[in-house]
């Protein structure tokens, strides 16, 4: 069955350092990929996404994100953290079969940024 | 730009009354879903449902009733809560259109005593 491990549970940055947070996934096949953020009180915003193609990804809000098929690893990034981007991140991955609506998620990373 | 709007965004039960969560979309999207969000859990799948009159269980369906009867309509019922019912419960919509993403509610927090 698909899993995904995010393995930090809090990150504190200061504001203008770099960023990554880690996520390793389990699945048989070729994954569908997703980091999410969730903001206090909010739903959940997506990033970005993998599928296929070019293994380096762009997202929003300046976020970049890596699909390594050797280490089973989707790492998110960001090279300069901004006091806005405290939040939760989630990684997922979707659901046997290819779906990208059924998605099963990490854990999830709280970052905390320092002014 | 109303999206995926989830009513009411609190809530406190007491152990063994009912209630509906409810959540409405207004894309147009055939896929509509439920999530439970624990600490240190993630969020887990509940029900969903690929269109009106279809719905199949999640993850984590025991304790939860769904029904389909409009495209832009999916409840999520608890007919007796339980304290491990509380939790935080988001909706989510899309096509089903390969590659769509996901547009999530704001949330309802439920706390059961």
């Known amino acids: 069955a698909q899993s995904v491990t995010q393995p930090d549970i809090h990150i504190t940055v200061s504001e203008g350092a770099s960023l990554e947070l880690r996520c390793n996934y389990s699945y048989g096949a070729t994954p569908y990929l997703f980091w999410y953020v969730q903001s206090p009180g909010q739903g959940l915003q997506l990033l970005l996404k993998y599928f296929s193609g070019d293994t380096l990804v762009q997202g929003i809000k300046g976020f970049e994100a890596e699909f390594k098929r050797s280490q089973s690893s989707f790492n998110l990034r960001k090279p300069s953290v901004h006091w806005s981007d405290a939040a939760e991140y989630f990684c997922a991955v979707g659901a046997q079969g290819g779906a990208t609506n059924k998605l099963i998620f990490g854990t999830g990373t709280l970052l905390a940024v320092q002014p | 730009n109303a999206g995926v709007t989830q009513t009411p965004k609190f809530q406190v039960l007491k152990t063994g009354q009912s209630m509906t969560l409810q959540c409405a979309q207004d894309m147009n999207h055939e896929y509509m879903s439920w999530y439970r969000q624990d600490p240190g859990m993630g969020l887990r799948l509940i029900h969903y449902?690929?269109?009106?009159?279809?719905?199949d269980q999640g993850e984590v369906p025991n304790g939860y009733n769904v029904s389909r009867s409009t495209t832009e309509d999916f409840p999520l019922r608890l007919l007796s809560a339980a304290p491990s019912q509380t939790s935080v419960y988001f909706c989510?919509?899309?096509?089903?259109?390969?590659?769509?993403?996901?547009?999530f509610g704001s949330g309802t927090q439920l706390s059961v005593l």
């Open positions: 989510a919509s899309s096509s089903v259109k390969p590659r769509e993403k996901l547009f």
């Open positions: 449902s690929v269109g009106a009159g279809i719905t």
